[in-house]
Nanobody, 124 residues
Framework: QVQLVESGGGLVQAGGPLRLSCAGSGRTFSGNGMGWFRQIPEKEREFVAAISWSGGTTWYADSVEGRFTISRDNAKNTVYLQMDSLKPEDTAVYYC?????????????????WGPGTRVTVSS
């Protein structure tokens, strides 16, 4: 069974850091682009960051550019999202996903595999 499981969410004060991890099991994702998305109630899932299969290409939403860093360790089948200088508006459930292509993409429809999500709350 193919699974992605996020961890590392929690409560943090504004300005603080948090690091999310996403571990894959059931198959290797080393040939897939990976992405992070987030969602708040009554809003559509929003693209946050993506990384190519090799890690050589990354792409960020304007709202997180310069504050968040996506990385991956293919040997561990794991992708990370380092979040710095967090703001209350970053509060959301964060999802990791594996895409059907090797390169980066921000389109949710290109991601057939999703984790259950981890909640991040940033207090002001």
């Amino acid at each position: 069974q193919v699974q992605l499981v996020e961890s590392g969410g929690g409560l943090v004060q504004a300005g603080g850091p948090l690091r999310l991890s996403c571990a894959g099991s059931g198959r290797t994702f080393s040939g897939n682009g990976m992405g992070w998305f987030r969602q708040i109630p009554e809003k559509e899932r929003e693209f946050v960051a993506a990384i190519s299969w090799s890690g050589g290409t990354t792409w960020y939403a304007d709202s997180v550019e310069g504050r968040f860093t996506i990385s991956r360790d293919n040997a561990k089948n794991t992708v990370y999202l380092q979040m710095d200088s967090l703001k209350p508006e970053d509060t959301a459930v964060y999802y990791c996903a594996a895409s059907r292509i090797e390169d980066v993409t921000s389109a949710p429809a290109e991601y057939p595999y999703w984790g259950p999500g981890t909640r991040v709350t940033v207090s002001s």
